[in-house]
């Protein structure tokens, strides 16, 4: 119901009289009053006249109920938010075996116990950042599931350089940067049986609008955020949107048209292609040209001999 009236007073544009909202939604004008009020306590900004109605001045910085009107696809139809949880990630994967359909998003404001790559956490306070998971149910086998990685990597690169004009790049694997420092990255879980993929959650962790100040002092030489970048506050309902909308794109066409357009793109959109780089994997470290990605998103490290070396995961910092 709240988002509804949300998307009303956005269609309208100026003021609309309770009793309009009360006779389009069929309730009372102290059933509107106290949606209203709600709307407010969100975040939204809403302009009140006795004599003219309501009117939306400014939707909240992170509402699904504006995020509810913006989806126009099937990823983010059914969308599960919490003010906090110890990871979307955890509860994603909970919800996929249970049998939640492809395409929910779960958003958190904030989490405790957020995951990232090799076992490391990432908590974030509320109010700042994007946290959120998505469940696919692809038609692929384990071995492919890198290119759900790299799908989410292009859609997340292509809807933030969109929406704010920074030149956001991918680090291999799965690092989202701005300025030679991390602003985001994404973490892929998933269900499977020898041959086929049941399940796959994609979690996306992007610094929003967070201070330097509030990250710990060893993080802060090599993380940023797109508001220390732009200069400015971000609406984090827009850019889940923006990128929502992408996922859906390159779903599709990872579907529609197999992995080649896919990895062509993340060629042009990454910064890790053409730079010495290490890559340590386990206990060992790895340095060279990184040359290439092959089709299954393997890195192609050219070493000091002049051997090839295929790296299927590990930690890479670029060198120069």
Known sequence: MSERIVELLKKKGNFVSGEEISREFGITRAAVWKKIKALRDKGYLIEASP????????????????????IKGDIGREIVFLESVDSTN????????????????????????????????????????????IIMRPKMEPKDATLLTIMAAV????????AT???VTIKWPNDLMVSGKKVGGILTEMKSDPDRIIFAVLGIGINVNMDMKELPPDVRPIATSIK????????????????????????????KMGRAPLLDEWRVLTSTLGREVRVTVGEEAFTGMAEAIDEEGMLILRLPSGALKKIIAGDL????
Request: charged share 25%.
């Open 165 to 167: 004009e920074l030149q």
């Open 51 to 70: 004599a003219k109605g309501y009117r939306l001045i400014k939707t909240s910085e992170l509402s699904v109920e504006e995020l509810r009107t913006l």
């Open 155 to 162: 859609a997340c690169v292509t809807a933030l350089r969109r």
């Open 228 to 255: 220390q970048e732009t200069g400015e506050g971000q609406s984090r309902t827009l850019l889940i949107a923006e990128i929502l909308k992408e996922i859906e794109h390159w779903y599709k066409v990872l579907h």
């Open 90 to 133: 955890s509860l994603s994967m909970e919800l996929a075996d249970k049998g939640s359909q492809e395409g929910t998003v779960v958003i958190a404001d904030s989490q405790k116990k957020g995951k990232g790559r090799l076992g490391r956490t990432w908590v974030s306070p509320p109010g700042v950042n994007i946290h959120m998971s």
């Open 317 to 320: 910092i670029i060198l120069r």
